[in-house]
């Protein structure tokens, strides 16, 4: 699957009633704080969106959202630049840079992230079409990534089938998955 284009959301089990103002300072501080590689650029409050982004930070290689897509609040990461050799590297170093982000901001704020479920989403139309023939193309390379992330567990997948949206994925494992868990199993 020739995308880089990627996106990842963790849903909050706890802290989905934090106020946008407290993301929009907790992002802010990222800025000032960031002394990564990768450029983040500015903090964007959309809290008067319903069922969008809550609270957007941009960055160069990514962006990252409080997000209340579907009426369930999480936390979107969305793949702007490449980030490894190839299909499977892109969606795995996406969902390990997701879990990182969410454990940072269980370690900083009063928040809890259900790694049970999750949504990926391909943000290509062109390269990555919402139909069965992207979904096969990228079974075995799922498939692989969720036999490591979730250790086997069963795991249900259903794609969003309405050509008109981006290729949407969402899975729910079963059992219960820490976010340290998940990056364990990714390491």
């Known amino acids: 699957?020739?995308?880089?284009?990627?996106?990842?959301?963790?849903?909050?089990?706890?802290?989905r009633d934090i106020a946008p103002e407290i993301w929009f300072k907790i992002f802010n501080n990222w800025i000032s704080a960031h002394?990564?590689?990768?450029?983040?650029?500015?903090?964007a409050d959309y809290s008067h969106v319903p069922?969008?982004?809550?609270?957007?930070?941009?960055?160069?290689?990514?962006?990252l959202s409080i997000?209340?897509?579907d009426a369930k609040r999480g936390l979107l990461y969305n793949r702007k630049q490449p980030g490894g050799d190839g299909f499977a590297q892109q969606l795995s170093a996406a969902v390990?840079?997701?879990?990182?982000?969410?454990r940072r901001l269980e370690?900083?704020?009063?928040?809890?992230?259900?790694?049970?479920?999750l949504r990926i989403i391909l943000?290509?139309?062109?390269?990555?079409?919402?139909?069965?023939?992207?979904?096969?193309?990228?079974?075995?390379?799922?498939?692989?990534?969720?036999?490591?992330?979730?250790?086997g567990?069963?795991?249900?997948?259903?794609?969003?089938?309405?050509?008109?949206?981006?290729?949407?994925l969402d899975l729910r494992a079963e059992g219960d998955w820490p976010i340290e868990t998940l990056l364990k199993n990714l390491s």
Request: aromatic share 4%; charged share 30%.
């Open 67 to 69: 997000d209340d897509t």
């Open 51 to 63: 069922n969008g982004p809550v609270t957007l930070l941009i960055g160069h290689e990514y962006d």
């Open 123 to 151: 943000n290509d139309r062109l390269n990555a079409p919402n139909t069965a023939g992207t979904h096969a193309a990228i079974q075995d390379d799922l498939q692989a990534l969720l036999r490591q992330l979730y250790g």
């Open 35 to 43: 002394d990564g590689a990768d450029v983040l650029l500015d903090v």
């Open 153 to 168: 567990a069963e795991v249900a997948v259903a794609r969003r089938e309405d050509a008109r949206q981006r290729f949407t």
């Open 107 to 117: 370690a900083e704020e009063d928040v809890v992230f259900r790694g049970n479920e």
């Open 1 to 15: 699957m020739p995308t880089h284009k990627i996106s990842v959301k963790l849903y909050l089990d706890q802290g």
């Open 96 to 102: 390990r840079a997701t879990c990182e982000t969410c």
